[in-house]
């Protein structure tokens, strides 16, 4: 399950569609080429990549999202969106946490 995408500002992350079929596992076929869009344009920039795939580049501090949207060969319109929040500066690390969920 990914989540809510958390990037600086200048950086760009690579975006991809992931396709599932109607049992939940994952689609081992084709996926049409989605369609791109953010929210706000003045934070976020999207540039279609020819292999399907999306670079965002966060352009001002704020939240927006992003949205893939793309109709099957079945005709089904299918979306989704995910929120984008574009920090002013990179995060520094400020705390940390003993993990113990790793088996020996």
Known sequence: ???PIL???GQKVLLSV????QFGAAF???IPTPFWTVSDPSQDS???QPDGTSVIASLSPG???VTA?????NGIALADTEAITNLAEPPVLSSI???HTSPV
């Not at 992931?18 to 079929?21: C, N, R, S, T």
Request: avoid cysteine; charge should be negative; glycine fraction near 12%.
């Open 28 to 30: 081992t076929g084709p």
């Open 18 to 21: 992931l396709g599932f079929d």
């Open 7 to 9: 990037i600086t500002v």
């Open 63 to 65: 939240t927006t999202s």
């Open 46 to 48: 999207s540039s279609p």
């Open 97 to 99: 946490k003993i993990d």
């Open 1 to 3: 399950m990914q989540g």
């Open 69 to 73: 949207s793309l109709t099957t060969a």
